[in-house]
C-alpha cells in the first residue's frame, strides 16, 4: 500500500518563530506544471509592522555583537543552505526553472553568503577613517548600522535575489524586514528554516510573503524602517520615493526593468554593504 | 600609624565673588572699515558672464543690523534656471574631461584667490548676514578657502576614494543653500562637486546672495571655464525649479527638513541622486565630572554662535543633577557679558539675527516656551534700536515634551533639561525625529566612547562643540537627512561609482 506523504504547511519566518499571516488569508502556489503545491501566507500591512517590532527588538543586540561573530553567523547560514541545496533547488524549481540553473542559483547564493561573511569584520577598515583635522583633536569616522532595513526582492532569481539583498544589510548590523518575490515565495519560506538554525538571533531577518501592491506602500512609509532596499519598476519607485520622503528615509533601489544579472560578481560589493550604514565623526581633543 | 581615606570634598557653587561691572564701563567702539566693495547691482552669473534675469525683475538685499539696502539682487526664475543649466550642460563635456590634476589647479586658484580677499569677503558676510566680523573673519571666510584648497587636492586623486571603484562625475548638480553659512555653505557644495568633475547650478539664498555673486568675480578671475559654476538669485521657487529641472543629475540641498521633504517629494521618481543636510536639535550633555568652566564656554558656542542659527547647534542643554544649579548659574554670569550688538564690531560676540521673518520666528518660540510651562531669563542687555537683534535666552523647567525642546528654532535660544544616570541622558539625548549633532562634556576617556556609541548624531563633539574642517565629514542621521560632507566620505556623494572593466 503507498503511503501518503505528510505535505509542508508554509509559514513565514518573523521575530524567530513560524507564523501565519495574522489575517488568517493564504494564496495558492502551484507547481511548474500547473498543480497545486501549497497555501502561501498572504501577509498583510499589520503582518509587516509586527515584523519591524520584532526587528526593532533584535537591532541593538546584533549591532552589538562583534564582526567577528557576525562573520560566523553569516558563514553557518552558508552551511545551512549548502547542505540544503537539492531541497531549495526543488523549490525554485517551483517556479520553473532548469535544474542547472536552479542548481547554480543555490550554489550562488552559498557563494554571496561566504563573501558577506568575509567582509564583516573588514569593512569598518576599508569605510572608516581618521580624519586629519586642523586642530588638535583626534578626528574619526566609523560606520554604524541604520537600524531596521525593509528589503523587497526581486520577482524573479527567488533566493539570490533576497539573499543579494539581505546579505549585506544584516553584515553591516541591520536587521531586516523582507517581503520575498510573489510569483515564486516557497524558496523564501525554506530560506526562513534554514535561518533558523544557523545562529542567527530571531528577528534580525523577518520574512513576509505576499501581494507587493499590499505591502510596498507600507514599506515606503514605515517611519522605523530607516532604510529600503528595493528591486522595484517605474511606478513602485516612485511611490517608494514619495513615502520615504516622510521621514526621511534612506532609499537604494534597483530598477527591475535593468533585469539585474544576479549570479553576476557585480550583484554584490562592499558599496551594497555600505548603501546601509551610517557615518558618526567624532571629535576628541588631544592634550593635557 | 592612622591612614586616612581622602574624601572628595561636594562640589557646591562657586563662593567666588562674581565680577559684574553692568553699565560701569562701556567698550570704546572697535569697528571693521575694511571696503566690501560691493555693486549697486548684482546679476546672474551663468556661463561665465553675468546676465540680467529673463523677467528684468531684482529685488533688494537688506543688512539685517541696520535694515539699510545694501544691493539690487536678479530676480532669477525658471526661464534663468534653465538658462543655467543649459550653460552646465555645455561645459560639462570639457570640464570633466580635463585631467584631475588641472580641475584641481582651478580649485587652487579659487581657494588662493579667495585668501588675498579675505577681509573683504569677511566684511561683505557680515553685512549681508548680520553675524560677526569676528566669526565672518576668523571662520566662515578662511574655512571656506580651506575646502577649496583640501578638495583642490583630490582633484588627481580620485582612485583614492573608494577602494575597487572608478569615480565618474554624475553631469550637472544642482544646489540650494542655506542664508546661516552662505559661503561657507557654497564651498561645501562647490568644491567637491567640481573636484569630480561635475557642473553646477547653485542658488543662494534670498537673503544671503551677495558673496555667492562676489565669489563669482573670483571664478572669472581664476578663469574657470564658462559654465562651470552658475549662480541663480532668487525665491525658494527658483530653488525649486533647479531641483525639478531635468538636465540636473544629482541636487544637494542643505536647510530646513521640512523644505527637505518637499524636495524629496518634488523629485521622487526622477532617479536623481540626492544629498539632504537637514535640520537639528542636538543635545549637549555636561557630565558631573567635566570641567565646567571649559563647559560653559562650550555651551555658549554651542548655542549663541552665528546667533544660534546652525542646523547642528547644541539646543538642548541636558545637564546632570548635581551640577545642574552650579552649571546654570556660571551660564548666566557668562551672558551677562556677552556682547550683542552691532555686528561690525570686532568685540561683538552676538549680531543679527538675519531677517524679520526669522526674529518673528524665533519670538514665536519664546511665547510657546513661556506658555508651555518653561521658565525664560535673558542677560540685561540693551539691544540696537534699529535691525533684527535677540538677547541670547536660556529656559529652565523644560520637558521633552515642550515645543522648544522639540522643535528646531535656529535662534539664540537654550533649552535646559536636567538627567540623572548616563542610560537618562542617552535616552533623551536620542528622543527626536533629528541626528545631526551632539556634545559631550566629562572627564573620562570611556564614557566619551561610550556616549559617542550609543548617540544617534552625525558629528560628536566631545568635551568642544561646533567644531569644523574640510577633512571631518558632516552629515546627519535620521531626519537631519543623508550624505556627508567634507573628506572622502563626501566625495562619494559626488560620483558614479564604476567596477573595472565595465562602462
Known amino acids: 500500500m503507498s503511503r501518503l506523504p505528510i505535505t509542508k504547511t508554509p509559514k513565514v519566518y518573523v521575530g524567530g518563530a513560524f507564523i501565519r499571516s495574522e489575517s488568517g488569508r493564504t494564496f495558492p502556489l502551484n507547481d511548474a506544471k500547473g498543480h497545486f503545491f501549497a497555501n502561501i501566507p498572504q501577509c498583510t500591512r499589520k503582518d509587516l509592522r509586527n515584523a519591524v517590532e520584532a526587528a526593532a527588538k533584535a537591532g541593538p543586540g546584533w549591532a552589538k555583537r562583534t564582526p567577528y561573530n557576525r562573520g560566523q553567523i553569516l558563514y553557518r547560514l552558508g552551511e545551512m543552505l549548502e547542505a540544503r541545496a537539492p531541497e531549495m533547488a526543488e523549490a525554485i524549481a517551483l517556479g520553473g526553472g532548469k535544474p542547472a540553473d536552479t542548481a547554480l542559483e543555490v550554489s550562488c547564493a552559498v557563494d554571496r553568503l561566504i563573501h558577506y561573511a568575509g567582509w564583516a569584520d573588514k569593512f569598518e577598515q576599508v569605510l572608516g577613517s581618521v580624519n586629519p583635522v586642523a586642530a588638535p583633536y583626534f578626528n574619526f569616522t566609523v560606520t554604524e548600522p541604520m537600524g531596521i532595513v525593509g528589503v523587497i526582492a526581486p520577482a524573479e532569481a527567488p533566493l539570490l535575489g533576497l539573499v543579494s539583498l539581505v546579505a549585506p544589510a544584516i553584515t553591516g548590523g541591520n536587521t531586516v524586514v523582507a517581503l520575498a518575490s510573489e510569483p515564486q515565495p516557497y524558496p523564501a519560506i525554506l530560506l526562513g528554516e534554514m535561518l533558523a538554525t544557523s545562529d542567527l538571533p530571531g528577528g534580525v531577518v523577518n520574512l513576509l510573503t505576499g501581494l507587493r501592491r499590499e505591502l510596498v506602500p507600507t514599506f515606503a512609509t514605515h517611519a522605523h524602517l530607516r532604510g529600503l532596499s528595493a528591486v522595484a519598476g517605474p511606478e513602485e519607485r516612485k511611490a517608494i520615493a514619495l513615502g520615504a520622503a516622510e521621514s526621511v528615509k534612506r532609499t537604494h533601489l534597483i530598477k527591475a526593468e535593468d533585469k539585474r544579472d544576479w549570479l553576476s560578481g557585480s550583484a554584490q560589493s562592499l558599496y551594497e554593504i555600505r548603501a546601509f550604514l551610517e557615518f558618526k565623526t567624532t571629535w576628541h581633543p588631544i592634550g593635557s | ?503
Open chain 2, 1 to 503: 600609624m592612622k591612614i586616612q581615606t581622602p574624601t572628595r570634598a561636594p562640589r557646591r557653587p562657586s563662593t567666588a565673588p562674581e565680577l559684574l561691572f553692568g553699565d560701569l564701563w562701556d567698550y570704546d567702539p572697535a569697528p571693521e572699515t575694511a571696503d566690501p566693495k560691493l555693486k549697486a547691482r548684482y546679476d546672474l552669473f551663468i556661463g561665465g558672464e553675468f546676465v540680467p534675469p529673463a523677467g528684468g525683475k531684482y529685488f533688494e538685499s537688506v543688512n539685517p543690523a541696520t535694515e539699510a539696502k545694501l544691493a539690487e539682487l536678479a530676480l532669477g526664475g525658471p526661464d534663468d534656471v534653465d538658462r543655467a543649466c543649459r550653460a552646465a550642460a555645455a561645459a560639462f563635456p570639457a570640464w570633466s574631461a580635463l585631467p584631475g590634476r588641472e580641475r584641481g589647479k582651478y580649485l587652487y586658484r579659487i581657494a588662493r584667490l579667495l585668501q588675498d580677499r579675505a577681509r573683504e569677503f569677511a566684511v561683505a558676510e557680515t553685512l549681508d548676514n548680520g553675524k560677526p566680523i569676528r566669526e565672518t573673519r576668523d571662520f566662515d571666510v578662511p574655512t571656506c578657502a580651506a575646502h577649496f584648497f583640501y578638495h583642490a587636492g583630490w582633484a588627481d586623486k580620485l582612485e583614492y576614494v573608494a577602494p575597487g571603484r572608478r569615480m565618474e562625475p554624475l553631469g550637472v548638480v544642482g544646489q540650494v543653500i542655506p542664508w546661516n553659512f552662505p559661503l561657507l555653505m557654497l564651498s561645501w557644495k562647490i568644491a567637491p562637486a567640481l573636484c569630480l568633475g561635475n557642473c553646477v547650478v547653485i542658488k543662494p539664498a534670498s537673503n544671503t546672495s551677495i558673496t555667492a555673486l562676489k565669489l563669482a568675480e573670483i571664478f572669472q578671475d581664476a578663469g574657470l571655464p564658462p559654465g562651470v559654476v552658475n549662480v541663480v538669485s532668487g525665491p525658494g521657487s527658483t530653488g525649486g525649479a533647479l531641483m525639478a529641472h531635468p538636465a540636473v543629475a544629482k541636487i544637494a540641498f542643505t536647510g530646513s527638513t521640512e523644505v527637505g521633504k518637499v524636495i524629496m517629494r518634488s523629485v521622487a521618481g526622477s532617479d536623481k541622486k540626492m544629498t539632504m543636510e537637514l535640520g537639528g536639535k542636538a543635545a549637549n550633555i555636561v557630565f558631573d565630572d567635566a570641567p565646567l568652566d571649559q563647559a560653559v564656554e562650550g555651551i555658549v558656542n554651542g548655542i549663541f554662535f552665528n546667533q544660534g542659527q546652525v542646523c547642528c547647534a547644541g539646543s538642548r542643554l541636558l545637564v546632570h543633577e548635581p551640577v545642574a544649579r552650579t552649571v546654570v548659574s556660571k551660564l548666566k554670569a557668562r551672558l551677562r557679558v556677552l556682547r550683542v550688538g552691532d555686528p561690525m564690531d570686532k568685540n561683538t560676540d552676538v549680531g543679527a539675527i538675519v531677517s524679520r521673518a526669522q526674529l518673528d520666528t524665533i519670538r514665536g518660540y519664546l511665547k510657546a516656551g513661556v506658555d508651555e510651562g518653561a521658565e525664560m531669563w535673558q542677560p540685561p542687555c540693551r539691544l540696537p534700536k534699529k535691525g533684527f537683534f535677540m538677547p541670547p535666552t536660556i529656559f529652565t523647567g523644560v520637558t521633552q515634551s515642550h515645543r522648544i525642546a522639540r522643535e528646531e528654532i535656529f535662534g539664540p535660544v537654550l533649552s535646559i533639561l536636567t538627567f540623572r544616570t548616563v542610560d537618562e541622558a542617552i535616552e533623551k539625548a536620542n528622543n527626536t525625529e533629528y541626528g545631526l549633532s551632539a556634545g559631550v562634556w566629562t572627564d573620562k576617556g570611556s564614557r566619551i566612547l561610550r556616549m559617542s556609541t550609543e548617540l544617534k548624531a552625525g558629528v560628536v563633539w566631545a568635551n568642544t562643540y561646533n567644531k569644523f574642517d574640510p577633512a571631518s565629514p558632516f552629515g546627519g542621521y535620521k531626519e537631519s537627512g543623508f550624505g556627508r560632507e567634507g573628506g572622502r566620505h563626501g566625495l562619494l556623494d559626488y560620483g558614479r561609482l564604476v567596477e573595472e572593466g565595465r562602462p
